[in-house]
């Protein structure tokens, strides 16, 4: 079975920092996505195909990598990105990464 | 704008059924395949099930096949999660998530509220 590995678990950030989060898959796959959620909400689609943005999603979050390393990027963290983070990728169904709980310092 | 709403969650003990229901509006609900995925308190999100647009396939996460059994209703806009032998380990809160492209089967671009379901005795 397909796996989906995140790090860090959690990670402390403050308003305006700079912050990574990336996913190691045990399979290669460019079928690859990012999803926000926050408490009590269903998660929200940030970024699909590695790299592309979901229309709405502002420019500040981005993604990158290919074969089995991908990543996240938010590039000037505001305070309604502290959400936990999960990353997907699809063969013949969808995984789910553990997830990063981004919390404010 | 596009809504998922779903329904039917509750207690119920060990071994017992209950049926779900995500009720869907504004596009075009016959031209999207339809993903369920739990989440258990405090955890991850754990892939469920899938139906496609046309109802013509499903498919199941290995932990329900032969448990759970989806349908749809295309005049009701509505996908059901008959889920039967009911286990603790199914305690969760249940998503529906409709796809991001017509007839695709990859990403959820909209997600419901979730409902909960609590298995225990």
């Known amino acids: 079975a397909i796996q989906l590995t995140q790090s860090p678990s959690s990670l402390s950030a403050s308003v305006g920092d700079r912050v990574t989060i990336t996913c190691r898959a045990s399979?290669?796959?460019?079928?690859f996505a990012w999803y926000q959620q926050k408490p009590g909400k269903g998660p929200k689609l940030l970024i699909y195909d590695v790299s592309t943005l979901e229309s709405g999603v502002p420019s500040r979050f981005s993604g990158s990598g290919s074969g089995t390393d991908f990543t996240l990027t938010i590039s000037s963290l505001q305070p309604e990105d502290f959400a936990t983070y999960y990353c997907?990728?699809?063969?013949?169904?969808?995984?789910f990464g553990q997830g990063t709980r981004l919390e404010i310092k | 704008q596009v809504q998922l709403v779903e329904s039917g969650g509750g207690v119920v003990q060990p071994g017992g059924s209950l049926r779900l229901s995500c009720t869907a509006s504004?596009?075009?609900?016959?031209?999207?395949?339809i993903h369920w995925v739990r989440q258990a308190p405090g955890k991850g999100l754990q892939w469920v099930a899938f139906?496609?647009?046309?109802?013509?396939?499903?498919f199941y996460a290995d932990s329900v096949k032969g448990r759970f059994t989806l349908s749809r209703d295309d005049s009701k806009n509505t996908v059901y999660l008959q889920m039967n032998s009911l286990r603790p380990e199914d305690s969760a809160i249940y998503f529906c998530a409709k796809v991001s492209v017509t007839f695709g089967e990859t990403y959820s671009d909209y997600w419901g509220q979730g409902t909960q379901v609590t298995v225990s005795s």
């Open positions: 139906i496609r647009y046309d109802g013509s396939d499903t």
């Open positions: 997907q990728q699809f063969t013949s169904y969808p995984v």
């Open positions: 504004g596009f075009a609900f016959s031209n999207y395949g």
């Open positions: 399979q290669d796959s460019s079928t």
